[in-house]
C-alpha cells in the first residue's frame, strides 16, 4: 500500500467519524435536558406532595390533640 492509499483512508475515516461523534453529541445533550426537565418536575410535584402530606399529619393530630 502506498502513502496516498491510507492518506485517503485515515482521511475519509474521519470524514465519517467527525460528523457521527458531533451528532451523537447533539443527542447526548438533547436526551440530557429532557431527563432534567422530567426531573425538575418530578421534584416540584415530590415537594408539594411532601407539603400535603405534613398538611394533613398536622390537621390531623391538631384534632386529635383536642
Same mark, same amino acid.
Given at each position: 500500500m502506498d502513502w496516498a492509499t491510507i492518506t485517503i483512508v485515515v482521511?475519509?475515516?474521519l470524514g465519517v467519524m467527525?460528523?457521527?461523534?458531533?451528532?451523537?453529541?447533539?443527542?447526548a445533550n438533547a436526551d440530557r435536558r429532557? !431527563? %432534567?426537565s422530567?426531573?425538575?418536575a418530578f421534584k416540584d410535584l415530590w415537594a408539594?406532595?411532601?407539603k400535603?402530606?405534613?398538611?394533613?399529619? !398536622? %390537621?390531623i393530630?391538631?384534632?386529635n390533640r383536642k
Open positions: 482521511f475519509a475515516n467527525i460528523p457521527l461523534f458531533l451528532w451523537n453529541r447533539s443527542e429532557e !431527563f %432534567s422530567k426531573m425538575d408539594q406532595e411532601t400535603d402530606f405534613h398538611a394533613r399529619l !398536622f %390537621s393530630e391538631e384534632r
